[in-house]
């Protein structure tokens, strides 16, 4: 057995013993060292880096390491085995995270007024504020000789009595506390009742003096970003926002890696655990925090998240999502107890989750079609919800289609070399001089760039290819200073150079990273057509085009286009609508309708699995080039010619 | 600082840290050493015996311990306070407990065939076995790429097809198995399921083969006694027989005292664990093994207790049951996850509690009354419950009146210097020659003598006062050889030298003892009187009186009479019935009848509160005289006259 000492960057030391040939990756895992992983150490993503500080570790050559780097004791930890004792420091995942989880938590007022508008559209077609939570300060006759009734018929008959209900029940555990608090308040107390229909149940009880809320969280469980909002129930008034990273980030940036990961031994409870007590459980106490307000008064939680995130998150097991035939454990799940999954506030609290409706069209996508109102109109419309995966649903109120593709991580800043979130130090924008060459960038914050965030990535992109830079495949087809190849032949653009950048190290985009990319547009533009397709729909149909999700209100639509990414349609079609999946959450937990119209939505959706779709492959392989082997779909579009 | 150790027989010694003054008993219980103490250290009953080893205790002068046993080193906890180090003997409370906490639990040939015939008597009365629990096969379709509804979904409908039912569901901890399950058994899978109309739930999920049985437990917490049975929910079959002392024992015989003691501080914690961790669980676990069925296996509980007992179990504050206007925090009580009150079974299991119907009659009377059947006949019948309590239920068909007087725990050996419960070694059985004053003791079990036993009291009582030893206020009236006095003047009835014992030390009876028990049999027959005075019933217009209770088979219903305890009515209306209680709580469990019975009938019983009856209290003072100071209301039985 060797020593092997991971000296964890603004951390404590962490000491594990180890045989000769285990993965370093492995290993830190075990000892619960975070490693930055998203390509769950099969080799692709070069993120994994270590530094051998002393000692001995036996490392298979990767193209992510070059040899200035290998020199001074970089490794990727996921291809370099014990060999003997070690010591190895670990880069702070914290701040590896910072730049990929940042998330646009409602946190600019741009986000805010999107999110305020969906809700009033939401409550202007009927699904308005109601949810059966409410107060009530009731005085209760103090027993005699001649009355003694029992404490509990005592007062749930006066509250019946009071509300003109008929079935009002209270909770065991409520019965502990129940009889000093009547007689320490003089038989006067504030009650927190949920009411539904006849039946009234009561929730928890108070001295009548005071103001103690009731609070629901509605959660946004995304593949790389957990989003949250508190709000008081009685009054659907947002407390807090939160937002953090989703902890299962290390065992793979996309779905697919993470179930891989929870077929291991114990993999399904590290997978739970990492997400509710690394990310929910923090989130949920920083906005307690934030609002004063204690964990043990949040009575209610609505959760959205795709359908491996909600089986993760539960602890079931994902694994037959990827295998043929595609088969989830559940779509629908009546509402559970929150303290069965780990997450202990309220006696008695439940968690509902938005129903998921395809192997990996999930809660977030049926939540978001509610808050995207798309429903509720005859306009023929597209939701493209673009994330870690990308999720399309067109329809109208007449029907609605849905459909998944594995877009890859790239809009959140993954599969890119140096990809980052919408955050600070982003390059969100940019435009290339067609003569020479010169990129001018737009930095969100105004600072030195550290990145290139997803909405980046595609104005890079498109102007790459309109100055023919890049051709049509990806690759660079013009020379200048800022075209660079490496050892192994593979292209660059440099778009900011080592010393200008805040990170000191040279910001641009590959051969490799644009294939990826390219990869990524074709899977979201051959999803929108197989969904047109089958019922006789072509692109110029569609009324309007809701862009939602992750990539942010900075996206450029006409770039998206002129890559071949989303159809060629005027720009006035195109809305971006922020995180429809929160919204949808949200209005869940506020509004008892919406909860319902939701339920309803999710049974009327079609889903189509694409990868099963005759043709598919085909649609995709055809999409995959810039922007499209059939130019005739781009017509406005032929940015060649403009170059 | 005093250091004390308490040497326990049989046991490790337990070291507390104690200041000047602490009573000895309180730090016993503060260091969870187990001292016998059924008047919970009001000095009365005289077994909270310890035996200083060496240090010194203050101890108050008590007519418990006598001048040699004082030299010897023996104490009352109760009255001693630590005045310096201190090594203190505590005798092996189990085998304090063993005599007077053995219980009649449905062991004799006797009790089996009482119980049985309970059974058989409710089934003809309609209330027959039935109760929604049932286990099924089912062959589910496998998925396909044309199939892929989810796992959940695919087991539910192909359960809601083949039963024929709208409305199926399955818990959220089953979805963690199921997936995995479903492939490993090829889609054929076991499933226990409880059903209620159109509703299913599926409980639990097996391959198919093999058979795993589902299970419930029906408990009788008595004050004294816990006795439960475990059986097959499918078949109704019996698996096992358990019973128990009820652990709160060391802090009060009776219920007056615990609630006493759950006042304190943590009080109602400590009860509340005393009887499910020390009482509950080790018999749960032991009838499991007794079966070989796993605890996860039961499936439901049913409970039926006094309504202290209730409200101790579940950890519900019973202050306000002994404080005018004496009101409990509830009668009826949903259903409540065992989980919520320490019972770890199978997941989701329930337990239903017997509602109570007043401050002292509680859910064992109500599931008594059931098992009684006297609601299923128009004969005028008598229901009285002899335990730590007496309960008394009076009426027919027509109309039901409970009632319940604090009888001690005289029957059960409390109280009564040589008491213990009918067990072996107890004297059962009495009868004393005129002549030469020498008893005829029936010993359980044949051997030498242990101590007294509730109907051996009774007899002793009876023959007692038939033969003049002792007068109409159980002061004696004859002397003899086994006529002794002590150094206070109270006589006692020698009815074994010690040289003849089991124990090696005396059994007697003394006037103390006589007295005690002469307000308990007073109690009792005020309490009838008292039910019967207002509706304008006489004794002789009773048709029946069954007896049921911790009292046993064994009792002598002449000698009952001449001591004035029962009305005078010829022997033949008299029937001893056993455990009513357990017999209801079983009732419950195997039948939805039942149960559904149980609850109209809780409701239509008119409960009436003696402390607060106007005359009772006059009655009472009337009848505590052998055999009452009307002696015409016992015309047969004038004792006196025939010896």
């Known amino acids: ?46 993120k994994c880096r270590v530094r051998l500080l002393g ?35 670990v880069p702070d995942i914290a701040s590896a995270y910072k730049n990929r989880m940042q998330v646009s938590d409602l946190s600019s007022p741009r986000e805010i007024e999107i999110f305020d508008s969906l809700q009033k559209e939401m409550k202007a077609a009927g699904l308005d504020f109601g949810n059966g939570y409410s107060t009530f300060i009731v005085e209760i ?30 909770r065991y555990s409520l019965l ?81 890696n993470r179930i891989i990961e929870q077929q291991k031994d114990g993999g399904v409870e590290r997978l739970r655990y990492a997400v509710v007590h690394e990310s929910l459980l923090p989130v949920i106490h920083k906005m307690c925090d934030d609002a004063g307000v204690a964990p043990e008064r949040i009575g209610c939680v609505t959760l959205a998240g795709n359908t491996t995130m909600n089986h993760l998150l539960l602890g079931v097991n994902a694994n037959y999502l990827r295998m043929e035939p595609y088969v989830p454990a559940f779509f629908e799940i009546a509402p559970i107890f929150t303290r069965e999954v780990g997450i202990d506030i309220a006696p008695g609290a439940k968690m509902f989750v938005a129903p998921n409706i395809g192997s990996y069209v ?80 737009t930095v969100i914050g105004g600072g030195k760039p550290v990145g290139l965030c997803g909405s980046g990535i595609i104005d890079v992109i498109a102007e790459l290819f309109a100055t ?20 192994y032949g593979t292209g660059r653009y440099i778009l900011s150079f080592a010393g200008r950048t805040a990170t000191g190290r040279e910001i641009y985009i590959n051969e490799t990273d644009i294939d990826n990319f390219i990869r990524t547009k074709g899977a979201i533009f051959s999803a929108i057509m197989t969904l047109l397709g089958p019922l006789g729909f072509a692109p110029e149909d ?20 002129r890559i071949g990414m989303f159809p060629s349609l005027p720009e006035s079609k195109y809305r971006y609508i922020g995180n429809t999946s929160l ?48 130019a005739s779909l781009f017509p406005d579009t032929d940015a060649r010619e403009e170059a």
Chains 1, 2 share one sequence.
């Open 176 to 256: 502990k506390k129940l009889p000093n608090l009547l007689r320490d308040n003089n038989y006067r107390l504030r009650c927190l009742l949920y009411g539904e229909g006849e039946s009234v149940r009561i929730l928890d009880l108070f001295p009548a003096e005071g103001r103690t809320p009731i609070c629901g969280l509605a959660i946004d469980v995304g593949t790389t970003t957990v989003s949250a909002l508190l709000a008081d129930l009685e009054t659907g008034k947002i407390l807090a926002k939160g937002s953090t990273g989703n902890g299962q980030i290390r065992y793979g940036a996309d779905v697919i």
């Open 468 to 487: 023919g830079i890049i051709d049509g495949r990806g690759k660079f087809a013009r020379q200048g200073e800022r075209v660079v190849y490496d050892e």
């Open 55 to 89: 000692g001995e570790v036996y490392s298979a050559i990767t193209r992510h390491i070059n040899d200035y780097e290998y020199f001074n004791g970089w490794r990727l930890a996921c291809v370099s085995k014990v060999s003997g004792n070690a010591k190895i420091f």
């Open 141 to 170: 006759a103090p027993p005699t000789l001649d009355d003694t009734m029992p404490d509990n018929e005592r007062l749930t008959r006066t509250v019946a009595a009071r509300m003109g209900k008929s079935d009002v029940h209270i």
């Open 542 to 561: 569609i009324d309007r085009v809701l862009v939602a999700g992750g990539i942010g209100s900075g996206i450029n639509v006409r770039n998206a286009i």
């Open 1 to 46: 057995m060797y020593e092997i000492t991971f000296k964890i960057e603004g951390g404590d030391d962490a000491v594990i013993f180890a045989s000769h040939g285990e993965n370093i990756l492995e290993l830190a895992r075990k000892a619960n060292v975070a490693i930055d992983a998203p390509c769950s150490g099969n080799g692709s993503c070069g």
């Open 583 to 630: 919204a949808g959450a949200y209005a869940m937990l506020i509004s008892d309708k919406a909860a319902r119209r939701l339920s309803e939505l999710a049974r009327g959706i079609t889903y189509v699995e694409l990868s099963t779709q005759p043709g598919y492959m085909d649609s995709f392989i055809a999409a995959c080039f810039l922007p499209h082997t059939d």
């Open 362 to 441: 999930g809660g977030d996508i049926t939540a978001g079609t509610l808050a995207s109102m798309i429903w509720n109109s005859p306009e023929l419309s597209l939701l493209v919800d673009l994330g870690t995966n990308g999720e399309i649903v067109f329809g109208n109120s007449e029907f609605l289609m849905a459909c998944a593709c594995s877009a890859g991580p790239a809009f959140e800043g993954g599969d890119i070399r140096c990809g980052m979130r919408a955050t600070d130090g982003a390059i969100e924008a940019c435009s290339i001089d067609r003569e020479t060459m010169e990129p001018y960038l």
